[in-house]
T-cell receptor, first 113, second 113 residues
Framework: DTAVSQTPKYLVTQMGNDKSIKCEQN?????MYWYKQDSKKFLKIMFS???????INETVPNRFSPKSPDKAHLNLHINSLELGDSAVYFC????????????FGSGTQLSVL | DQQVKQNSPSLSVQEGRISILNCDYT??????FLWYKKYPAEGPTFLIS?????DKNEDGRFTVFLNKSAKHLSLHIVPSQPGDSAVYFC????????????FGKGTHLIIQP
């Protein structure tokens, strides 16, 4: 069983579209994250949720909105996609909100044309 | 500004020899450090960590050394095996905080047969 699973694995779309990436973890963790790996290969945190509550919200455009229906799920909605949004997006989870090791999903490669 | 730097984008090592991957950090608030390993099309997986109260942590073939005064850590893999070929990310954070991990750009380790 995959501990942290995200779908889709690949997402190709046109500029201006709205898309969503889903993430689920079956580890019983309290905290979930979205990280972005851009073309320069940096992994940067975007959001963090603890028990469905937002605890980290880095400087990310308003077009990105995370939604956590329960503590096992953290979805990422992106409105009005732009070329610069092309990247690999990783979902992750950790046992609690304290900084400690993260368990990552396999990533979603988003290509905006 | 890169708070975590991995200055070698790639490293080639012969099978059976020692691999040494380096990482430098600039934020003196960081006191917990992790190494992640990433294969293509997969998410990063946790490898080993070290707290600033230690200067060495060992787990099988993997050893992490921390030099706080130099703000430098290194990952030693010995002996290197073909399956170790991957991208290795160094990450740093404030232990007990809730602001996530800060990653370096990664080093691509290639183990030559």
């Amino acid at each position: 069983d995959t501990a942290v699973s995200q779908t889709p694995k690949y997402l190709v779309t046109q500029m201006g579209n709205d898309k969503s990436i889903k993430c689920e973890q079956n580890l019983g963790h309290d905290t979930m994250y979205w990280y972005k790996q851009d073309s320069k290969k940096f992994l940067k945190i975007m959001f963090s949720y603890n028990n469905k509550e937002l605890i980290i919200n880095e400087t990310v455009p308003n077009r990105f909105s995370p939604k956590s229906p329960d503590k096992a799920h953290l979805n990422l909605h992106i409105n009005s996609l732009e070329l610069g949004d092309s990247a690999v997006y990783f979902c992750a989870s950790s046992r609690r909100a304290a900084n400690e090791k993260l368990f990552f999903g396999s990533g979603t490669q988003l290509s905006v044309l | 500004d890169q708070q975590v730097k991995q200055n070698s984008p790639s490293l080639s090592v012969q099978e059976g020899r020692i691999s040494i991957l380096n990482c430098d950090y600039t934020n003196s608030m960081f006191d917990y450090f992790l190494w992640y390993k990433k294969y293509p099309a997969e998410g990063p997986t946790f490898l080993i960590s070290i707290s600033s109260i230690k200067d060495k942590n060992e787990d099988g073939r993997f050893t992490v050394f921390l030099n706080k005064s130099a703000k430098h850590l290194s990952l030693h893999i010995v002996p290197s095996q073909p399956g170790d070929s991957a991208v290795y990310f160094c990450a740093a954070t404030r232990e007990g905080g809730a602001d996530g991990l800060t990653f370096g750009k990664g080093t691509h380790l290639i183990i030559q047969p």
